[in-house]
């Protein structure tokens, strides 16, 4: 390992020492770019799967000293043929303990931190140690939760511009089978992951009645099975995907539909795969989007090349397609926006307040906790932080907040009606009428 250091940034080095035409706006070349990078910028790595193993060990290489990761996850079996840093005698041990340390053995002078958590775990100060987050996940409310965390700690100017200091750029790689994305996100400058939220559709089923009358796919012989069929026969006991019997039953009903339309393709792993929703992962499409990611980081960290702009996919299952979409900003977005603007009078109590949120119609939001600079104001949760903040309701807002005219606040709570509630941060501006003549100002702009 020693004797191949001195060349490690040889590479690197090339592009953070010297000028160039390509380089970013702020890009000062020089050795103490470089030295800065190892030194001070700490990197989060969300997910230690296949991408995020992939990720670790490629942010590694291209000589960032100081990363963070985590991961919720244990190792499995069925992790091992594409999650490079495990082994056989790992299963059962979490992902991002295992996944540091063998990044370490491996590449000289890195340190590792591993969380074995939930995101949602860990407090909102974790996230702002940050210099960059880059996220290798596969589910769309984790990338909500962080994207929502990360465009929390953006502040705006009284001229609406974003204040640097509080931007924390993400950089996001996602991979299903063959196809796969990587984007920066710049909060407040890019649009950020809730503003294109749409390019997230709900996963479509197929309508009934292709399923029961005009099967033309394996899937669909599979999906009547599993959705028609099953209950016909098995009336109110529902079906569960990791009993084998249960499986077994959905393929031969699915065999028997697919003979009776002369339909090829229903195989038992198939089955599984359509009845689970299993979308087979590929190593090499990992491999190709953490390189993206990687470079993506160091562009955005370092200023040595423009970064990409803002949206790259991968289509690599007819042929290979690369496309870079230039998204706008939702000027409207609740997370990356400056926040929702909620003018009150000096009486109003945290508990009125609270209510108030889940009657406003852009916000609806129930079950709520706030925090403002960090503070704890009122938690639902856990039970020992709740009754200590429960006092609290009672208290005028204005004075928790320490008589200030105006500033943000951070709430947490479910958001939308009925069964479609989702928990999410929101970032709000709240202003106090008749203190300091702030009353009568146009607040569009403040923070
Ligand atoms: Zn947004």
Not at 168 to 182: C, I, L, Q, R, S
Not at 260 to 265: A, E, M, R, S, V
Request: with cysteine; aromatic share 8%; net charge negative.
């Amino acid at each position: 390992m020693a004797v191949s250091q001195p060349s490690r940034s040889r590479d690197l080095d090339k592009l953070l020492l010297r000028p160039g035409h390509l380089v970013g706006p702020n890009f000062e070349p020089g050795p103490e770019l470089r030295d800065d990078i190892k030194e001070y910028v700490k990197v989060l790595v969300v997910g230690a799967g296949g991408l995020g193993c992939e990720l670790l060990k490629d942010l590694a290489l291209t000589g960032f000293k100081y990363l963070d990761v985590i991961d919720m996850d244990r190792i499995e079996v069925t992790n091992l043929n594409r999650q490079f840093l495990f082994r056989l005698e790992d299963v059962g041990k979490p992902k991002a303990e295992v996944a540091a340390k063998r990044v370490m053995e491996r590449v000289n002078g890195v340190n590792i931190t591993p969380h074995f958590c939930r995101i949602e775990d860990k407090p909102l100060d974790f996230y702002s140690d940050f210099s960059i987050i880059v996220l290798g996940l596969d589910s769309v409310e984790a990338r909500s939760y962080i994207n929502a965390v990360a465009c929390g700690f953006l502040e705006y100017d009284s001229e609406d511009n974003p204040r640097e200091e509080t931007v924390k750029p993400m950089v996001d790689g996602g991979t299903e089978g063959f196809k796969g994305h990587a984007r920066i996100i710049v909060p407040g400058t890019t649009p950020c992951f809730e503003c294109t939220i749409w390019l997230f559709p709900p996963q479509v089923k197929f309508p009934l009645c292709t399923l029961a009358e005009t099967p033309r796919t394996a899937a669909h012989c599979i999906e009547y099975a599993h959705l028609i069929k099953w209950n016909e026969v098995h009336g109110s006991r529902s079906f569960d995907p990791d009993n084998p019997e249960d499986m077994q039953w959905v393929y031969s009903e699915a065999v028997k539909r697919a003979e009776l339309f002369g339909i090829p393709g229903v195989t038992y792993s198939f089955t599984q795969g359509v009845v689970k929703n299993i979308i087979p992962a590929i190593a090499s499409t990992n491999a190709i989007i953490s390189a993206a990611c990687a470079l993506e980081t160091l562009k955005i960290v370092s200023g040595c090349s423009k970064t990409l702009s803002n949206y790259l996919t991968y289509n690599g299952v007819e042929g290979l397609h690369t496309k870079v979409t230039e998204f706008v900003r939702d000027k409207d977005c609740l997370v990356c926006g400056p926040g929702v603007l909620i003018e009150l009078d000096k009486s109003v109590t945290l508990k009125k307040f609270i209510d108030q949120l889940e009657d406003h119609p852009r916000l609806l939001l129930s079950r709520v906790s706030v925090t403002h600079r960090g503070k704890n104001l009122y938690m639902q949760a856990p039970p020992v932080l709740e009754e200590m903040t429960r006092s609290n309701l009672d208290l005028p807002l204005f004075e928790l907040m320490g008589g200030v005219a105006k500033d943000v606040i951070h709430v947490n709570g479910m958001a939308g009606k009925g069964d479609k509630k989702q928990s999410c941060l929101r970032k709000l501006r709240v202003v106090f009428r008749g203190v300091d003549g702030i009353a009568d100002i146009d607040m569009a702009g403040g923070a």
